[in-house]
């Protein structure tokens, strides 16, 4: 997916009024400015030599406005009309406020085309900002890019086209909301080594490798809040088995709620989760994904995966690698239907279940319906160990509930569930890939003292 400059000029259902760079409609905003005037106590641009209707760069022009503004603590009014800049410097308490759809920043080339390293209180708001197919000549990596920021806020902006990513953030507070952020070449947000981040009520869409990175360098906390947004077209363009193609992915970020959001048609998963460690991911409405919906993998210890729905996946839920450390989790009040069979290459396992899990979790509450594999699959060779799964409707599958008994599994707790409309049986016993036991939903458990399997409701 290439974005070059007539494409993005031609963007106009992502950058309202795009369609007025042309040089008479320039002159029209231009005269139409005389009847837009700035909030009270903010500079207006123009007063620094800012034309909206000037096809060249302006980014001295604006620099020294924003230098002022910034120094006398007062917002800077960037009035309808299209800007060519490029490495803008954003100061401590800049603030740049723009109208929706009409106040857009093009990149015209550079190293970056707005950035800021170790300041404090900036703002930008109502501005519409892309690329025009220019790429960065130096190692930034979103068209905004800050580092080492304390109290950002990005909200009601557009950002389309980047080569990179649409924001970038390193070792930022604040929050970025309201804003729509589509094409970028990497991600829309990616935010490594947060400091209090609120990511909230964005629209994301036709990105080519990622909708949300929260990252950390090194394991920690990382407390970023994500919610209320709406992802879709997500691609994995540069390949991968699960670092690209996601709605949402954490890595090594610890204590990050993702919440309340809508996720569809992404390569991967909607939510990937690795090495996250006491993650929430609730209340998300997932639908129309290339592998696991929602994923809690590798070294983690605790992840809460509550009241989801997910309809149409490879699979639905994956709470796994107990071999390397992954373990302690709630997996409750999920609604998951409709998956595929696939196989991936780089695995044997096969796919087509509701829920997955392997070490310290509890499964209870939630609702199966079209899994081809098994509606449950518990542990996975000798990787089973303190499992309960109860209380939990599962219909029309190819096993109920697939338990693992190979040498070296744990113990598990499988009562009270519902189970109906299974092709190989309810609940069967497995070694690796291989089914080695009957229905032991009939049978019972004796052969296998680690299980206690009761009450459960077949049809």
């Known amino acids: ?31 139409a400015n005389a009847a837009i005037s700035p909030s009270s106590g903010a500079l207006d641009a123009t007063q620094y030599g800012v034309n909206p209707g000037n096809s060249g760069d302006q980014g001295n022009e604006i620099q020294n406005a924003v230098n002022d503004s910034a120094r006398l603590g007062m917002p800077l009014f960037l009035p309808p009309g299209r800007y060519l800049i490029s490495d803008l410097e954003l100061r401590d308490n800049t603030s740049i406020i723009g109208v929706p759809g009409q106040t857009r920043l093009v990149f015209s080339g550079g190293t970056a085309m707005m950035h800021a390293k170790g300041v404090r209180q900036v703002t930008l708001e109502g501005l519409s900002i892309g690329s025009a197919g220019n790429t960065f000549n130096g190692d930034v990596s979103g068209l905004i890019d800050i580092t080492d920021t304390i109290d950002l806020t990005i909200e009601n902006c557009v950002i389309v086209g980047s080569p990179k990513n649409g924001i970038s953030l390193d070792r930022v507070s604040g929050a970025i909301r309201n804003c729509e952020i589509s094409h970028a070449g990497q991600a829309a947000i990616y935010a490594i080594d947060s400091r209090g981040l609120e990511i909230s009520g964005n629209r994301i869409h036709d990105c080519m490798n990622n909708g949300i990175l929260v990252w950390r360098s090194s394991a920690g906390e990382d407390e970023t809040i994500v919610s209320g947004n709406r992802i879709t077209n997500i691609g994995a363009a540069n390949g991968g088995s699960g670092q690209n193609g996601n709605g949402i992915n954490i890595f090594r970020a610890g204590a990050v709620q993702v919440i309340n959001n809508r996720i569809t048609d992404c390569s991967y998963s909607a939510v990937r989760s690795n090495g996250g460690s006491n993650c929430q991911i609730s209340g ?28 149409t996946a490879a699979a639905g839920i994956s709470i796994t690698n107990f071999n390397e450390g992954g373990r302690l989790a709630v997996c409750n009040g999920n609604i998951i239907r409709n998956l595929t069979n696939r196989i991936q290459d780089y695995s044997n396992n096969n796919w087509g279940f509701g829920i997955g899990v392997e070490a310290d979790t509890v499964v209870n509450a939630n609702i199966i319906e079209n899994a081809p594999h098994a509606g449950l699959s518990l542990g996975w060779g000798r990787y089973l160990r303190n499992v309960t799964a109860t209380s939990n409707i599962i219909r029309d599958a190819g096993i109920g509930i697939n338990i693992s008994v190979a040498p070296g599994a744990g113990s598990a ?46 049809t």
């Not at 696991?292 to 509550?306: C, K, V």
């Not at 069967?428 to 299980?451: H, K, M, R």
């Open 284 to 311: 998300n409405s997932c639908a129309r994904l290339g592998e696991i919906a929602l994923y809690a993998e590798f070294d983690f210890e605790g992840a809460m995966i509550t009241n989801n729905i997910v309809d």
């Open 413 to 458: 707790i499988i009562s009270d569930n519902m189970i109906s409309d299974v092709r190989e049986g309810a609940i069967l016993g497995s070694e690796w890939n291989d089914i080695v036991t009957g229905d032991l939903a009939l049978a019972g458990s004796a052969a296998y003292p680690q299980l206690t399997i009761e009450r459960n409701h077949t």
């Open 1 to 31: 997916m290439s974005i070059n400059r007539r494409s993005f000029l031609n963007m106009g259902a992502m950058l309202a009024g795009t369609a007025t760079l042309s040089t008479g409609l320039m002159a029209d905003a231009t005269s």
